[in-house]
């Protein structure tokens, strides 16, 4: 699904992610990568090929869009150095085309200088035109501008006949703010408040729907 932000042309993929044509730009928000192996370390009993699905998700989009761009936006690792590290080095030296940017996450404790050496550059921030790319959302977004953001895991419940219901990740508009659905297959989702949105994009298993 194409949709326009301040004048610009993003396209919204039902694989919880976002693509900005002009630019070759994949954006992705809230992978979490580490987190099974993290919960594992502390006597949480996840299985250990939980997340690998993760890793699969990612080398199929980037494979899929042949992006020339990643923004992280934030929460790529969900703790400290463990030995998901590696697994996920692998993966960045596959496409050494990409310039990967992170953009940091409260989750992200890993060292900047630990993505560098992997060729990740690390911001707080970035500024584009009318777009500034955050984690979280800013508390004052300036005049003009929209801020595109993770963090909150949006999602939506829908409602049927007999007591039926479903939740599903969505990508959540407000005036100034559009937020991601997390990548992670080991997230959960926040319900969204569907009377605040301006718009709300269902993410279903093969397409993205207005709602």
Same mark, same amino acid.
């Given at each position: 699904?194409?949709?326009?932000?301040?004048?610009?042309?993003? !396209?919204?993929?039902?694989?919880?992610?976002?693509?900005?044509?002009?630019?070759?730009?994949? #954006?992705i928000?809230? #992978?979490?990568l580490?987190?099974?192996?993290?919960?594992?370390?502390?006597?949480?009993?996840?299985?250990?090929?939980?997340?690998?699905?993760? *890793?699969?998700?990612?080398?199929?989009?980037?494979?899929?869009?042949?992006?020339?761009?990643? *923004?992280?936006?934030?929460?790529?690792f969900?703790?400290?150095?463990?030995?998901?590290?590696?697994?996920?080095?692998?993966?960045?030296?596959e496409?050494?085309?990409?310039?990967?940017?992170?953009?940091?996450?409260n989750?992200?404790?890993?060292?900047?200088?630990?993505?560098?050496? !992997?060729?990740?550059?690390?911001?707080?921030?970035?500024?584009?035109?009318?777009? !500034?790319?955050?984690?979280?959302?800013?508390?004052?977004?300036?005049?003009?501008?929209?801020?595109?953001?993770?963090?909150?895991?949006?999602?939506?419940?829908?409602?049927?006949?007999?007591?039926?219901?479903?939740?599903?990740?969505?990508?959540?508009?407000?005036?100034?703010?559009?937020?991601?659905?997390?990548?992670?297959?080991?997230?959960?989702?926040?319900?969204?408040? #569907?009377?605040?949105?301006?718009?709300?994009?269902?993410?279903?298993?093969?397409? !993205?729907?207005?709602?």
């Amino acid at each position: 699904m194409t949709i326009d932000i301040g004048g610009e042309e993003l !396209v919204l993929l039902y694989q919880k992610a976002l693509y900005k044509p002009d630019e070759k730009l994949l #954006v992705i928000a809230d #992978v979490h990568l580490g987190k099974a192996t993290h919960f594992r370390k502390h006597g949480i009993a996840i299985p250990a090929q939980a997340q690998q699905g993760d *890793y699969d998700n990612l080398r199929s989009i980037l494979n899929e869009v042949q992006p020339e761009k990643v *923004y992280f936006l934030g929460d790529l690792f969900h703790s400290d150095f463990n030995g998901d590290w590696h697994l996920f080095c692998d993966l960045i030296k596959e496409y050494p085309n990409i310039q990967f940017t992170l953009v940091k996450g409260n989750h992200d404790l890993i060292n900047k200088q630990m993505f560098e050496e !992997v060729c990740i550059a690390v911001e707080d921030i970035i500024e584009d035109g009318p777009l !500034v790319y955050t984690h979280a959302p800013l508390k004052e977004v300036p005049e003009g501008k929209v801020n595109i953001v993770g963090h909150i895991h949006p999602g939506v419940v829908l409602s049927g006949m007999g007591r039926q219901s479903v939740k599903l990740p969505c990508f959540y508009r407000e005036e100034q703010l559009f937020i991601l659905p997390a990548f992670g297959v080991l997230t959960g989702l926040y319900s969204m408040d #569907v009377r605040q949105a301006n718009a709300i994009y269902l993410v279903l298993s093969d397409s !993205v729907r207005r709602l």
